[in-house]
């Protein structure tokens, strides 16, 4: 059986508390949420942490779904099956959420698993950061002293599993803009129920006037990371939505996703794929904008 390297464990008292141990331990120690992505990389030994700081004793400081102004705010330790059922992201981002949460995984994992160990593993096929950059979504981290810096997606994601937070910073929250005529939608093609995506591609869209607005596009598990088509973006807004429209910014997907082959399919399988799901993502969003 596969066991972790030797490490110390603590728990954290506060946001500020889990901070301060990371200061004091130089960096050399990790967060503990779910523990879905953090235990089976320490098994592997793909991730050997001296320290690992336990935050669920604080999840009433940072388990949270609200809006504030014209932002809804998501802390990072929100588990996925409160975004699931959360009535609040389900009126403000109709479908996105909801389709991404009921593909990710199990129900075992969706009750323990969190936005911020979702979003810190970097997994580049992993199903919510699609979402969060499909959203514009922008990460809080906090760190000494409570300074905080707020960091978007491209920013975030330096590649695989490799992230902008620092060795003594903490992700807290996920702020998302709010845009009137929202639509959203989330595809993804899977070896099995549950399964880590061959592809998967998130669509966001704003419409009014009969005109997109915003628009974001995000493709997973075609990349060292979750891949942002900003091409596909800039060519969808300002224009009316369309069938030949969507089409266009599938082939865009396509062309600038960067998939490699292996067990899941060969790469042009992949980016064909990713070209096609884009199209039905962004269809779909569209429809739930315009209803």
């Known amino acids: 059986m596969q066991t972790p390297a030797p490490c110390d464990y603590s728990r954290a008292t506060s ?6 141990q990371l200061q004091a331990l130089g960096g050399n120690a990790r967060i503990l949420a779910g523990g ?3 235990i089976p990389m320490m098994k592997l030994r793909l991730a050997n942490p001296g320290h690992v700081i336990d935050i669920n004793p604080i999840e009433p400081e940072l388990n949270y779904i609200r809006q504030e102004g014209n932002e809804i705010r998501i802390g990072a330790l929100t588990r996925h099956v409160n975004m699931l059922e959360s009535d609040l992201l389900a ?3 109709p479908d996105i959420f909801r389709e991404a949460e009921a593909v990710l995984a199990d129900p075992v994992v969706r009750n323990r698993g969190t936005m911020g160990g979702s979003l810190c593993q970097s997994d580049p096929a992993e199903d919510l950061s699609g979402v969060v950059v499909a959203l514009k979504g922008k990460a809080v981290l906090r760190g000494p002293g409570g300074a905080e810096r707020v960091v978007e997606m491209d920013e975030f994601h330096i590649g ?5 937070v620092g060795p003594t910073e903490m992700l807290i929250e996920v702020r998302f803009p709010i845009h009137p005529g929202f639509g959203g939608a989330h595809e993804k093609v899977e070896r099995r129920a549950g399964d880590f995506a061959i592809v998967a591609a998130s ?3 704003s419409i009014q006037g009969g005109t997109i607005q915003t ?5 997973s598990a075609v ?3 979750t891949m942002h088509i900003k091409r596909a973006e800039e060519a969808l807004v300002g224009k009316a939505p369309s069938e030949e429209l969507f089409q266009q910014a599938g082939q865009m997907a396509s062309a600038d996703c960067s998939p490699n082959s292996d067990g899941r399919g060969p790469a042009d399988y992949k980016r064909a ?3 096609v799901l884009t199209q039905r993502a962004l269809s779909r969003a569209a429809a739930t904008a315009l209803r």
């Open 15 to 20: 946001v500020d508390d889990a901070i301060a």
């Open 36 to 38: 879905y992505s953090l």
């Open 91 to 93: 009126r403000t981002f």
């Open 160 to 164: 695989p599993y490799m992230t902008a």
């Open 203 to 205: 669509a966001a869209l």
């Open 215 to 219: 628009a974001g596009v995000a493709c």
């Open 223 to 225: 990349g060292p990371t």
């Open 273 to 275: 794929v990713a070209g």
